[in-house]
Nanobody, 122 residues
Framework: QVQLVESGGGLVQAGGSLRLSCAAS????????MAWYRQAPGKQRELVAR???????NYADSVKGRFTISRDNAKNTVYLQMNSLKPEDTAVYVC????????????????WGQGTQVTVSS
């Protein structure tokens, strides 16, 4: 099967930057799309950014111009560069991937990471 492991979270002051990484491993043939979601206390989980296998990106309005999602297909890794962080960005950030799993025939399955905490102080 497949697992996603996030890293890079932490505590940062408002206006600072963090770079999150999510590495996928396991029985992977390819990854169709990868995304970052976030979950803050008392709020619904929201899609932060998504990137397709071809590199097309989509961002939540709240992070446009501040966050950048990218991927390294050779490493099965997706990144989220977060700049100009605000206290409102505080949340658990969770990686998501739509994966072509090595089976016969190939199948596509969705996987989630455990999340990494991002805390932005004012």
């Amino acid at each position: 099967q497949v697992q996603l492991v996030e890293s890079g979270g932490g505590l940062v002051q408002a206006g600072g930057s963090l770079r999150l990484s999510c590495a996928a491993s396991g029985s992977i043939f390819s990854i169709n799309a990868m995304a970052w979601y976030r979950q803050a206390p008392g709020k619904q989980r929201e899609l932060v950014a998504r990137i397709s296998s071809g590199g097309s990106t989509n961002y939540a309005d709240s992070v446009k111009g501040r966050f950048t999602i990218s991927r390294d297909n050779a490493k099965n890794t997706v990144y989220l560069q977060m700049n100009s962080l605000k206290p409102e960005d505080t949340a658990v950030y969770v990686c998501n991937a739509l994966v072509r799993v090595i089976t016969t025939p190939f199948r596509i399955s969705e996987y989630w990471g455990q999340g990494t905490q991002v805390t932005v102080s004012s």
